[in-house]
């Protein structure tokens, strides 16, 4: 999970250049009569993120100037989405993503656009730059239309949320059925702040990044028992282990502050059970 710098389009630019590909002059005179209203939903968006407060934004009404949300729905789907013209745009927003990664998860390959704010329900926003996140096929899946609202914190938002940068996320190894290691994901802060904690849980938990860390923490495991059984690590000492774990844990959260690879390494090396008691170094 990583923070992304918002796309230097604007929503005009992504609104005039979407509207341009509609094949049909005559087709594009209700955008045209719409553009000042869906400005003011945009500039409504942008209030929200720098105030953090997605949860507080309301579904426009479908109609947007009398011309109807399905039709901004079809401005995504039919013509931003796929068109020459809105090419640059799309590819501006999706190459953004550092190494190709999904910033939602920091692990998938993000060769999608996440509507934050799903297009059925807010029209005013189905082409607004801000509102384009790259993110993985499984992140977007996981997400589908997610709405934030009164009793449902809103995820993270790339752009504008400052808590990636911040840590948050911490895990531990217990000892799960049968007596094998599991590695338990945590979320907490260093000072107490409920709204943020409730917006991070949301994060873990409509991504589902609980259970998705927790595979590949389990592969983690995997993975170092099998360096424990070959040559180089038959004679590894417990010293060496956790040294070779601390090590891991930086290297491959990559300077992610919150990265499962990180906790998991870190709570690896940490817990006196996995090493003692399950691994038996000395
Ligand atoms: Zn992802």
């Given at each position: 999970?990583?923070?992304?710098?918002?796309?230097?389009f604007t929503a005009a630019d992504a609104y005039s250049a979407a509207v341009g590909t509609i094949q049909?002059?005559?087709?594009?005179?209700?955008?045209?009569?719409?553009?000042?209203?869906?400005?003011?939903?945009c500039d409504a968006f942008e209030l929200l993120a720098r105030d953090g407060q997605f949860d507080l934004a309301e579904s426009s009404e479908f109609d947007i100037a009398g011309l109807l949300g399905k039709a901004m729905v079809e401005l995504y789907d039919n013509q931003f989405s796929r068109n020459e013209g809105t090419k640059a745009i799309r590819n501006g927003i999706k190459n953004a993503a550092k190494n190709a990664l999904c910033p939602y998860c920091g692990e998938g390959y993000a060769s999608e656009l996440d509507h934050y704010l799903p297009k059925n329900k807010f029209a005013g926003t189905t082409v607004h730059p801000a509102n384009l996140v790259p993110a993985c096929g499984d992140c977007n899946f996981e997400k589908l239309a997610?709405?934030?609202?009164?009793?449902?914190?809103?995820?993270?938002?790339?752009?504008?949320?400052?808590?990636?940068?911040?840590?948050?996320?911490?895990?531990?190894?217990?000892?799960?059925?049968?007596?094998?290691?599991?590695?338990?994901?945590?979320?907490?802060?260093s000072q107490p702040h409920p709204e943020l904690e409730a917006r991070l849980n949301q994060?873990?938990?409509?991504?589902?990044?609980?259970?998705?860390?927790?595979?590949?923490?389990?592969?983690?495991?995997?993975?170092?028992?099998?360096?424990?059984?070959s040559d180089y690590g038959q004679s590894m000492t417990r010293e060496r282990a956790r040294e070779h774990l601390r090590l891991t844990a930086i290297q491959q959260s990559g300077g992610r502050v919150n990265s499962w690879e990180g906790a998991t390494h870190t709570a690896m090396f940490e817990s006196d059970w996995y090493l003692d008691s399950y691994l038996k170094l000395v």
């Open positions: 999970m990583y923070s992304l710098n918002p796309p230097s049909k002059k005559v087709d594009r005179t209700p955008y045209f009569a719409a553009a000042p209203t869906v400005q003011k939903k997610y709405k934030p609202g009164r009793d449902k914190p809103a995820v993270l938002h790339p752009y504008f949320d400052t808590a990636f940068d911040v840590p948050w996320l911490t895990a531990s190894v217990v000892g799960g059925l049968l007596g094998t290691p599991v590695v338990d994901f945590k979320v907490g802060l994060h873990m938990t409509v991504f589902k990044l609980w259970k998705r860390f927790g595979i590949w923490a389990a592969q983690s495991l995997d993975n170092f028992e099998t360096l424990l059984r």
